[in-house]
């Protein structure tokens, strides 16, 4: 804890084109928490090689995301944004870790489960011990908070039971962090099918509006978006299509739900559906404005990242040379 503000930990995967759920859903609201916290925000590249990458295409990515964190609004000298492989403590708490968790735990992790069957061709041990970097990403700031959706939960519960583990065993070394539980993101669904989330790796780009579309193609995604046979603009779960694109309108214009119902009251489905497209290019054009600049500008992101990578190194070395000691790893002589 810094100036007596807790610490927040999160990240995010470069694989893949952000999409207008990742927005709304968790960056957005990283800005938000950016004020309240000391937060630490990871491009998190080491755990997108658990899956195969191509390095140039994952390199690009990356830079593209931590450009894209700014852009969003995240200031570099207040929020640590930086790369997962510029600290090296990671890798080295993570080998430590996976000395304290068990095979058992790992087997019971859904994600494993999921992806081991989407990647039968590729099941590393570094899939299996994915949920072990990510206890040490968050256990290396002492992390009081970490954003997490609901398909992340399993993993930060696993953190504290590792933490708890080691504090047992060691004494007070690891603060036990505990999801975040304030006002999450709207949860966004796939445009074409209103039942699952938008994901950035939906094979269907109709179903999803990445953060680089351009205006006429963000149209044309709303347009097309899966509706139902009622012709009513209400926001109940029977209507799944259309109570997506109630949360869409409302996150993007700060209305609530029930004030979008009211304003569209007796309207079709196409002029509704013109009217998401619009609220959509108005949040999304100004981001894409700043990161076009930001792009542009070389050195100084290159100077974010030189930066950040040192604050990062600077705060997590402390815990690791801790627990390096703690386990009995031998006192460095310089
Ligand atoms: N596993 C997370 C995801 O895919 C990303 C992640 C890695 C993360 N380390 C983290 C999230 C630490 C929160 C805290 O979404």
């Known amino acids: 804890m810094i100036d007596g503000r807790k610490v927040l930990f999160s990240g995010m995967q470069s694989t893949g084109n ?3 759920g990742n927005y709304l859903g968790a960056l957005k609201n990283w800005l938000t928490l950016a004020d309240e916290y000391e937060c630490y925000y990871s491009v998190v590249d080491m755990h997108s090689i658990t899956i195969r990458q191509d390095p140039a295409e994952l390199r690009k990515r990356a830079r593209n995301l931590l450009t894209l964190y700014i852009a969003a609004g995240l200031d570099p000298e207040k929020t640590c944004i930086y790369y997962q492989s510029h600290c090296s403590a990671h890798a080295e708490l993570a ?64 953190t504290r039971d590792i933490a708890e583990r080691f504090n047992n065993l060691y004494g007070d070394v690891f603060t036990i962090p505990e999801p975040y539980v304030g006002k999450v993101g709207a949860k966004i669904m796939s445009l074409q099918d209103p039942e699952k989330k938008m994901s950035k790796s939906d094979e269907n780009p109709n179903g999803s509006i990445y953060l680089m579309d351009d205006a006429d193609t963000i149209i044309r995604k709303c347009k097309r ?68 600049r930001l792009s542009k500008d070389k050195a100084y992101i290159d100077q974010v990242i030189r930066q ?27």
């Open 18 to 20: 952000l999409t207008l």
């Open 225 to 292: 978006a899966v509706t139902d046979s009622v012709g009513e603009i209400a926001y109940r779960d029977e209507q799944p299509g259309v109570k997506n694109l109630i949360n869409i309108y409302s996150a993007c214009t700060g209305k609530t739900p029930e004030e979008t119902v009211e304003e569209f009251a007796g309207k079709g489905y196409g002029d509704f559906k013109a009217a998401v497209g619009e609220s959509v290019i108005s949040i999304l054009r100004p981001l894409q404005e700043e990161y076009g």
């Open 308 to 334: 950040n990578a040192e604050r990062a190194r600077h705060t997590s070395y402390r815990t690791l040379r801790k627990v390096q000691r703690k386990v009995g790893f031998p006192d460095r002589l310089s």
């Open 95 to 158: 080998w430590i870790l996976n000395c304290f968790t068990y095979m058992g735990e790992l087997n019971r992790m859904t994600q494993f489960k999921d992806k081991s069957a989407k990647h039968a061709d590729n099941i590393n041990a570094g899939l299996f011990t994915y949920p072990v970097l990510m206890a040490a990403d968050i256990l290396l700031y002492q992390a009081d908070v970490v954003p997490v959706g609901a398909d992340q939960m399993q993993h930060l519960e696993l």
